[in-house]
């Protein structure tokens, strides 16, 4: 039997239709919903490659300790006759930060370099010998570098001997950190704290 072909043109006509119908019907899928995640909290920017250069200091302790205690203070103008020109070649003159590296430079071209860190405001180099992080130094708002350094000159006197000590600490807590069990009730000691600033170097006055 055969079909006409009037009736099989309809019927593709009617197929293709029926499909293009179905296409345009069908809903395009939404798309996943982005849950915007809250941007975590920035810490202080850190310095990069940065100098800092010797500014101003004050003087926060200079005296004579026994045990830990105070027998008598010095005035500034005594730093010569006990230290000489130790502070000068101890307090560093210029400070170079450079990602996770410091590099100090002093009087008479002496250098100095550590690994460093930054916890919020405070600097931390990290000392080989101790395997461990020592705070060195504070950033403060005006985007200056606090640094205390400390000298001494110990003497421990006993009936055979007269044993002479001296040296040199930076950013120490106390006079205790120089002071042993053995020697501390003995051990006379001079020392002097000073408070170093330093500020960015290309806007030093």
């Known amino acids: 039997m055969k079909i006409p072909a009037i009736n ?6 009617f197929f293709l239709g029926a499909i293009v119908f179905q296409s345009c019907t069908k809903t395009t899928p939404e798309e996943p919903k ?14 990069k490659d940065q100098t800092y250069v010797y500014s101003t200091e004050s003087l926060l302790e200079f005296g004579l300790y026994q045990n830990n205690e105070l027998l008598s203070s010095f005035a500034q103008s005594d730093q010569d006759k006990n230290f000489k020109n130790r502070p000068k070649y101890f307090r560093p003159q ?3 930060l ?26 931390f180099i990290y000392q080989d010998q101790d395997k461990d992080w020592k705070h060195f130094a504070t950033k403060n708002d005006k985007n200056e570098i606090s640094l205390n350094i400390a ?17 040199q600490l930076y950013n120490p807590s106390s006079i205790n950190e120089i002071l042993s069990d053995k020697s501390r009730a003995e051990m006379k000691t001079i020392w002097l704290k000073i408070k170093v600033i330093y500020v960015p170097e290309n806007v030093k006055s």
């Open 8 to 13: 099989i043109r309809y019927i593709l006509i």
């Open 34 to 47: 982005v849950i915007p995640q809250p941007e975590p909290e920035k810490g202080p920017d850190p310095i």
């Open 94 to 96: 210029a400070m170079t």
């Open 98 to 123: 450079k990602k996770d590296s410091l590099f100090i430079s002093k009087a008479g071209g002496y250098k100095e370099s550590y690994k460093i860190k930054w916890e919020k405001e405070d600097l």
């Open 151 to 167: 000298l001494y000159n110990s003497q421990l006197k006993s009936e055979n001997s007269n044993a002479l000590r001296s040296g």
